[in-house]
DNA sequence: AACGAGTCTGAACTAGTGTTCAGTTCTTAT
DNA sequence: ATAAGAACTGAACACTAGTTCAGACTCGTT
């Protein structure tokens, strides 16, 4: 008498999976990573506290997923809106400028993935999702400066910093707090962006161009 | 037959205060945030844990002045450095390449103070420490920019961003492990400074020669 | 239908720390 | 010296939230 799994559990496991993975997602929108603690999670993916276990072997695996899937998505993003773009200066902008919408446009997640005081250990894949994105950054700040629109640089740390301006003043308890109006909202953007694009040495004239051409084709999601 | 605190004992209870303070200091220095518990630093302190409720009513309360005290001492630094500069361009860059020797030099316990995750709710003390630094950073933008040396700019916008350039950078979980090096550490001193001071517009030029007059006075503390 | 394997439940358990407080020690004033 | 007020001690307490697990339930096979 041998047990199988059908194809219908298959499925049924694997969208459990997902809803608890989901569910701490929205907490973490909602209320922060503070929010996100077993209990609720598990009542708002409709399960029981221990069922997040047979999924998940602890809250910090579970929040290393989350902050895995989070990272992978706005990656994706990333990559898209710069392959799209014309050339290294336009795709570097375009990078830029993604992260930054992103981060405005889900202020509590992002802020809960990057920085958020949590009480599990979860350096290890909040360091492994910021070396990503700073990658990926990193290698389009190397393809502007083979095409000779940036000076010659250290580009980790200038990946580095550059992710650093956005978060801080897009979504550290020091961004601005009104930025739930639209307008101000791509102004906040399109000023950091600029920013960032002179800090790794584009002309001033430049950038501004470049900005405008980022931000513009750029959908502002904005809501949970 | 009143009991009236003697001279004697209104310093000792102040040394007592400042004892205290300066282990959590310490500790933190040492360990990070996550070693800041009560009981470490009253032993640290010479005192039972009790006592330290005597002179703080709660940890939180305990870290926020630890917090308070280091961003001041921060702060002074700046203006001592800035003030000290020539021009307002020199003056800003002054303050900048201050706050980057200060992280690179107390990386932990900075990372402590500006972000590290904390049990108890510190998150208006980080925020004030935070506010005051970056208030400073703004009115040396400002100043650059009535003097001509800056384009026009959102400047609360540009301090937050700047600021968040150099702790990601230096501090942050990203930061290259291998700053023990002094030669190392000027460099990326010297680095970051250059992109911060090129993000608020400063002609890369120019900025070059502004990093090397600020990074050469410095003194590179290294240590606990 | 029946049985075994897998899955789920949620109350109880656990662990780590901040906090308290009754008893002790120290300090001041007479 | 002595009494009374302050300060200190450190073991006991309390609280919070992650984790466990014995029992209930569901699903797949015969």
Known sequence: MVYRRTHQVVKRLAARRSAILAAARDTCADGGMAA????????????????????????????????????????????????AAPGPSSALA??????????????????????????????????????????????????????????????????????????EALVGPMAPDNLDDQAKLRDAVQTVTLLALRAVGVMDARARGLVVQAVLPTRMVVGA
């Open 36 to 83: 996100v603690q077993i209990a609720p999670v598990a009542i708002r993916a409709n399960v029981a506290a221990g069922t997040v276990y047979r999924y998940f072997p602890s809250k910090a695996d579970l929040i290393s997923e989350l902050i895995a899937e989070v990272s992978r998505d706005e990656l994706a993003a990333i990559r898209r809106a710069a392959d």
């Open 94 to 167: 375009a990078a830029v400028t993604t992260v930054a919408v992103h981060v405005v446009s889900h202020r509590k997640l992002s802020w809960g993935i990057l920085a958020e005081p949590v009480e599990v250990d979860v350096t290890e894949s909040r360091l492994a999702s910021r070396r990503e994105i700073a990658g990926e950054i990193e290698l389009r700040i190397s393809a502007a400066i083979r095409a000779g629109h940036l000076p010659a640089q250290d580009t980790a740390l200038a990946a580095a910093a550059l992710l650093g301006a956005l978060h």
